[in-house]
């Protein structure tokens, strides 16, 4: 074949995985019955940035969120997540988006489950998750910018009330719903089907609990994957007179290596980590999979494919608003952008970003004693 | 069929039901490849009235026990029981055997498993058991005389340290293993298969962990029917450096009721609690099931089966030493001593018990500080 026609070829593929990745969410929230967020943008008093840009774009019960935010009336957040290795750019989105809530009232709550990282093998044991949760994931996450007054992080072997919670709720957890909503596998261990059959749940609920206010109004944003985890939370909230949570899904950022797998520490190379070096970085950048062609020449013509370009989405997900992802995305389709400038670009945006994470990372360090969560289950022992 | 007849009938079923009792911890001693007691008793210093009388009668493993006695090595006991209503005297014979090993030595550690009660439905809330636990069963725990720099008593929800442990032993301990153990349903809760599972094991060797002086020899007395957790703990013990569990099988003590039950608290006027009013002890006694015969007259001939009596049996586990025990089977076997009698001096020995006891148990409530195990597992997450 020549030049022209393996760059046709490559073309179209790419816009073939474009069609793929945009039905997998289409299908899956039609699926699982979830409601598209755009008639619900006009309820908050300004959308977020994720919502704008169609990357929180799914819901359940998001109505309730709205009016809680307008009739300025207490509510809730949860959002955490397994510990196996510093916070990377994928990570970054959920707490943007976390930020966002905070500002219009979210009292938010933050689980580090570094039993979930040991019991399904990201880690060789608790304590090493737990050092990762300390001396890593916190600082980055308070040098996000959080409110220490309404944020509250916990690492769950530091807060076993959350293991007295799952016990008090498995009763109601049978094997055989935990079986149909994950599956599991008789040569799976046991503490992995209490995580997911009840750990997990108590997390989803923890501030429904009257040590928190509840019942409470409180949103879960989250990975269309996890979805099971809140039906089988609402489940449980209905039989206990709690309110069931509502849920924000949202879109995952894509890895740097492409082929539609998400940015993952688990996969070498997917990730920039938030505390990564500079150098580091612009090496990640420089081999990352872009939805542009070998040829420059037929890519002036045919243009790119940046809905599958990892690069044009770590910019569009961190780095541009709406309308400045939507210039993007048409000067790369249209050719007129290629992709050794698009990574140049890209290369200053996560440098300013890693310098300024840096800076603020130290300082987080010493700031994390205000952010644990400190209040005791007691009610459920009384 | 005239009085001799049915006499005779009453007398040989009551036989019948001897065998049947005896063989059954034959059988099972065997199936579980238990050793017999009597050839270690001659180990010991002297032998506990428990050993003495057939009531702890098979082990496994004792000899190390023994060896640490004679060599004044530490050692430890682990014990416990769901607290789902006050003690009994069925848990009196346990822990009458515990005073005896913590005499020789052992370190005692008591989980009160609240978490257990209410998971498989003895209570309706995790805080009933834990108040059973804290109000009734401590205290006549502590009455006991055990030594508070020697016994450390825990409630699971109070000491979440175990969830932690089960949390990491769990990664090990795998569903199918589980299931070959104990079985379980699909309509089983979660939280029962993990306390199963797991959290059982952990208490188990909790003495195996560094804050408790561990890797240590460690004796687990129970009854039969919890052999599989010794095996599941022994398992595990080995893959983790610990040193394996060994146990010692007890004798139940038969319920009032008669009919092969054992003292039970879920089964109505089955047992005499240690809390019980004098009138009501009496009026179970009164009601109890014996080994003799309707007719006194064809009693005195043909005799009692004491084997099989409720009442010979709590004296012998109780109130008599081993001679005292064995010259009561032989008059009641010849008919030298009825019911009635038997049941008289048995309303003496109990009302002298629950007098004392009740005296200690009030006292023993101020004590319950001493006895609470505070000392955290750091350990393993560290």
């Known amino acids: 074949m020549d030049i022209e026609s393996i760059s046709k070829k490559e073309h179209v593929e790419k816009e073939r995985l474009k069609e793929e990745a945009e039905d997998y969410y289409i299908e899956k929230s039609k699926e699982l019955r979830l409601k598209d967020l755009t008639r619900f943008k ?33 509510w809730a957040v ?16 959920i707490f943007d988006e976390l930020l966002w809530l905070q500002k219009h009232g979210a009292e938010i709550f933050i689980p580090l489950t570094n039993d979930e990282s040991y019991i399904v093998d990201k880690t060789k044991t608790l304590a090493e998750s737990r050092k990762i949760a300390y001396e890593s994931v916190m600082p980055s996450i308070i040098a996000m910018g959080f409110d220490p007054e309404k944020t509250h992080i916990f690492v769950d072997s530091d807060y076993p009330d959350i293991y007295n919670v799952a016990m008090q709720l498995s009763k109601q957890l049978k094997i055989s719903k935990i079986r149909s909503l994950f599956g599991f596998k008789d040569s799976d261990n046991v503490g992995s089907l209490f995580y997911r059959g009840a750990v997990q749940v108590s997390q989803i609920l923890l501030p429904q609990y009257i040590e928190f206010n509840g019942p409470i109004i409180t949103l879960i944003p989250i990975g269309i994957d996890q979805h099971p985890y809140i039906l089988l939370a609402r489940d449980i909230a209905k039989k206990n007179d709690m309110l069931p949570p509502a849920e924000l899904i949202m879109k995952f950022l894509p890895g740097l290596l492409g082929a539609g797998g998400k940015m993952s520490a688990s996969i070498k190379g997917s990730s920039i980590f938030l505390t990564d070096d500079i150098k580091e970085a612009k090496d990640k950048i420089k081999k990352a999979y872009t939805g542009g062609i070998m040829s420059s020449k037929y890519q002036k013509e045919l ?80």
């Open 303 to 382: 243009g790119g494919v940046p809905e599958v370009c990892s690069i044009f989405l770590l910019q569009k997900y961190h780095f541009l608003n709406q309308e400045e992802a939507e210039e993007l995305n048409i000067k790369c389709r249209s050719g007129l952008v290629l992709c050794s400038e698009c990574k140049k670009c890209t290369n200053v945006f996560v440098e300013n970003y890693l310098k300024d994470h840096k800076e603020k990372f130290e300082k987080a360090k010493t700031e994390i004693p205000k952010f644990l969560l400190k209040k005791r289950i007691t009610s459920i022992l009384e």
């Open 42 to 74: 006009k309820y908050f008093p300004e959308p977020s940035e994720n919502m704008k840009k169609d990357i929180a774009f799914a819901h359940k019960d998001i109505d309730k969120i709205a009016t809680a935010i307008v009739s300025k009336k207490p």
């Open 78 to 93: 949860v959002s955490g997540l397994n510990p196996s290795g510093p916070l990377h750019f994928g990570h970054k989105t």
